[in-house]
């Protein structure tokens, strides 16, 4: 069967993925070899030599949230706040749909941006461009999300973050079930959910990611972004360790098997620690570049490392193209 691998001395099913399994081949690091070769190959089962890029806008950087790892926390009083006008978010994505077959819309949890409001924006970017339209704006309403939906919006991202719940209530101050609950609501509207977590996350064992990989499978996610936790010195995680760019690698990897046609990006923080052909080569399909305008890049601080480079869109993906041909892969 198709659905067993045996990786080392551990068999996984991923038809029925044990969470014994899945915590045992995260800790072994002799099956790294034989996992990611298997990841590779059911990706490239799953999409050739495609390569998804996907152009991001974050448009304000305004939150109501104080995540105790995010460098834009509402506890961050001293980052400076941009917030882009509608017109302007507008005409920035329909100028990113030039380069990219999606654009993302992200931001913090901004109030300011009523639901009418972002439902407005994603109709009027339907109107004048042929893309597909993502949000990652966080939780809302059933009603708030239904007007997005109806105005057009394919996809949207919100992550579980972690699944433990009690260091999930720990960063956030809020229960786990509140994200979980704002998850259903979004697949209940027929969006395309992109789920996803950190990893090295203070307090996180091999068996909470194991957790957040069933976690995915559960939720039924079409997407999933799978990061390193990377501190940021002004948060009250500052001091805390980095997340291992390996170990996401591996957990990666375990997504790929569990969940084979699972769009998964080579996220930003991983490619911050120089992981996109890594990323690419363990079960990545999916690639997001900064479509955000030049002044607010430096601005969106969410963790450190990330570059607010200013390279025009069109020569941003040549050269990402050129990059993904080296290593035999085609951007689509
Ligand atoms: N390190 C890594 N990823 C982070 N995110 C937020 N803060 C950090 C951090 N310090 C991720 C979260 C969020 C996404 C927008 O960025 O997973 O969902």
Redesign the pocket.
């Known amino acids: 069967d198709m659905a067993l691998y045996t990786l080392g001395n551990h068999t996984l099913d991923t038809q029925h993925p044990d969470m014994d399994v899945l915590t045992a081949l995260i800790g072994d690091e002799g099956v790294d070899a034989e996992l990611f070769h298997e990841a590779n190959r059911v990706k490239t089962e799953e999409f050739g030599s495609k390569v998804f890029v996907r152009g991001i806008i974050e448009f304000s950087n305004y939150c109501r949230c104080t995540?105790a790892?995010?460098?834009i926390s509402a506890q961050m009083v001293h980052a400076k706040r941009y917030r882009m006008p509608p017109d302007e978010l507008t005409d920035a994505a329909v100028r990113a749909a030039e380069t990219y077959r999606t654009v993302i819309l992200?931001s913090g949890e901004d109030r300011f941006y009523t639901a009418e409001m972002l439902a407005d924006i994603v109709r009027r970017i339907k109107q004048r461009a042929n893309c597909a339209v993502t949000l990652?704006i966080g939780e809302r309403t059933l009603e708030e999300y239904r007007l997005m939906r109806e105005a057009g919006a394919d996809r949207f991202l919100l992550?579980h973050?972690t699944a433990n719940a009690v260091l999930y209530e720990s960063l956030h101050g809020v229960p786990l079930e509140t994200r979980l609950d704002a998850q259903r609501r979004i697949r209940a509207l027929g969006f395309e959910l992109g789920g996803?977590?950190?990893v090295g996350l203070p307090g996180q064992t091999d068996e909470t990611l194991a957790q957040d990989l069933m976690t995915l499978v559960y939720e039924g996610v079409e997407m999933a972004?799978i990061?390193?936790?990377?501190?940021?010195p002004d948060?009250e995680l500052g001091g805390a360790p980095d997340g291992d760019p390996h170990k996401t690698l591996k957990v990666l990897a375990l997504a790929r098997l569990l969940l084979p046609k699972c769009h998964l990006p080579s996220t930003t923080?991983l490619n911050v620690k120089g992981g996109m052909k890594n990323a690419l080569l363990c079960g990545a399909d999916v690639i997001m570049q900064k479509a955000t305008p030049f002044e607010y890049r430096k601005l969106y601080d969410?963790?450190p490392g990330r570059d607010a480079l200013e390279v025009p869109l069109e020569e941003q993906y040549e050269t990402l193209r050129k990059r993904l041909a080296e290593f035999g892969l085609s951007a689509e």
């Open positions: 995540c790892y995010c460098g992200q990652s992550k973050e996803g977590f950190m972004g990061g390193p936790f990377i501190a940021h948060t923080a969410i963790y």
